[in-house]
């Protein structure tokens, strides 16, 4: 099989975030897609290994911040390179505080989750959950996928889902 077919496939990049003890943390994805329009519903694919993974199982309840082209590449290398298990992202990167949980200032977008589901695989486990609010904070253009790896020049982690061992 070419692994490169997956390069195909379209996303956005986000940032996931929650609070938890008391502590505000989260992650960078691609994987994001909306599944539901009424009620609103995405899906969320979030490596086991990966911290944010342990605290949407605990608290379920997550901001996710749409970064746009305009958002400050040391956002995603901040969420999607190191740990909440070792540093304190919100620390570095400026946010908001919207229904209890941190936006990222230099979003475009975001949405304000719950968890109503999950499937498990084998290494990743895909969280639904329903749309409680959400806005526009400005018209800048989202980013896609494409954008961070052909713009951006961006590099894809190990626990990224679509990650591959060359
Ligand atoms: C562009 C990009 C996309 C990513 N997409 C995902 C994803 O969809 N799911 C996932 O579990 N990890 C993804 N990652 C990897 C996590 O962001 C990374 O492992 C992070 O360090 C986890 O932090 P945490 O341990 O604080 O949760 C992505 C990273 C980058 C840079």
Redesign the pocket.
């Known amino acids: 099989m070419n692994n490169n077919v997956f390069k195909n496939l379209s996303y956005g990049?986000y940032i996931v975030s929650c609070k938890i003890d008391g502590r505000y943390?989260?992650?960078?994805?691609?994987?994001?897609m909306q599944i539901t329009s009424s009620p609103a519903t995405i899906a969320?694919?979030?490596?086991k290994?990966?911290?944010?993974?342990f605290?949407l199982e605990e608290v379920k309840h997550f901001a996710v911040s749409i970064l746009s082209e305009k958002s400050n590449p040391l956002d995603?290398?901040t969420?999607?390179?190191?740990?909440?298990?070792d540093i304190n992202?919100f620390d570095i990167i400026p946010y908001e505080v919207i229904d209890g949980l941190p936006v990222i200032k230099d979003a475009c977008a975001y949405l304000i989750c719950n968890v109503i589901n999950k499937l498990d695989t084998q290494t990743?486990t895909i969280f639904f959950a329903e749309v409680s609010n959400g806005d526009i904070l400005n018209d800048n253009t989202p980013m896609t996928?494409s954008y961070?790896h052909n713009v951006i020049k961006?590099?894809?982690?190990?626990?990224?889902?679509?990650f591959i061992n060359e």
């Not at 969320?44 to 490596?47: A, I, M």
């Not at 961006?154 to 679509?162: I, M, Q, V």
Request: hydrophobic share 25%.
């Open positions: 990049v943390t989260g992650c960078t994805v691609n994987s994001i969320l694919s979030v490596n290994q990966n911290y944010t993974h605290c995603i290398g969420f999607g390179f190191r740990s909440g298990k992202k990743h996928y961070y961006g590099k894809t982690p190990k626990l990224a889902p679509t």
